[in-house]
């Protein structure tokens, strides 16, 4: 049972443009949301994370929005690099609790 | 240099035999975790330890093993009776509960020959 559901499986993109990859849950017990970015061989790597008492959270090109009446969040990357060719991951985990819990996965790719 | 360490980084195993999975970290966090990943099905959860001598079963530990002697290693072992064992392997670490903070491994790719 996914606990995490991503969308969409994959997303191509022209340089400079917007991507945006979506994420939903269901258990209101999650209250850690971060997004991991994996490039091919490699293990997942933090991108950047919120909490559920804020509704946005930006790092550079890189922003979360959070919506936790509709238990969504998005990430969406400005400015759309080749090099943030890759996939990423959405993930959630419970106060106390120890495991993430992952989404399926978007492969990016951006292209010149 | 602080880090985890995954060994090898490609395995190849016969069917029916036992294989095991390193993974060293040197960052002084509590809990370690295995994750498996395949294509299209994201990362799930095998094993994670919170304290040296304690584990706890993930979401698919069926055909695996692990051992936590160590604060430093939690080595994991693909068994015999996993059925489909070819897949990427993930170690990681993290220093407390509450899921942030997690290191990942370079991973272990095991391919079933």
């Known amino acids: 049972q996914q606990q995490v559901k991503q969308s969409p499986q994959s997303l191509i993109v022209q340089k400079g443009g917007i991507s945006i990859i979506n994420c939903a849950y269901e258990?209101?017990?999650?209250?850690?949301f971060p997004w991991y970015q994996q490039f091919p061989g490699k293990g997942p790597a933090l991108l950047i994370a919120?909490?559920?008492?804020?509704s946005e959270k930006k790092e550079g090109r890189f922003t979360i929005s959070f919506n936790k009446s509709a238990k969504q969040f998005s990430l969406h990357i400005m400015d759309s690099q080749p090099g943030d060719s890759a996939t990423y991951f959405c993930a959630a985990s419970i106060r106390g609790g120890y495991a993430l819990n992952f989404g399926k996965g978007t492969s990016l790719l951006v292209t010149p | 240099d602080g880090g985890i360490t995954q060994s090898p980084k490609y395995l190849f195993r016969k069917e029916g035999q036992n294989v095991t999975l390193s993974c060293e970290q040197n960052?002084?966090?509590?809990?370690m975790y295995w994750y498996r990943q395949d294509p299209g099905q994201g990362l799930r959860l095998i094993y994670y330890?919170?304290?040296?001598?304690?584990?706890q079963k993930g979401d698919i530990a069926e055909g695996y093993s692990v051992s936590r002697e160590k604060k430093e290693s939690f080595p994991l072992t693909v068994t015999s009776a996993q059925k489909n064992p070819t897949a990427f392997y993930l170690c990681?670490?993290?220093?407390?509960?509450?899921?942030?903070?997690?290191?990942f491994g370079s991973g272990t790719r095991l391919t079933v020959v």
């Open positions: 960052l002084n966090h509590d809990a």
């Open positions: 258990n209101t017990a999650f209250d850690y």
């Open positions: 330890s919170q304290i040296v001598n304690d584990f």
């Open positions: 990681a670490s993290s220093i407390n509960e509450g899921g942030s903070g997690y290191t």
């Open positions: 919120i909490r559920p008492d804020v």
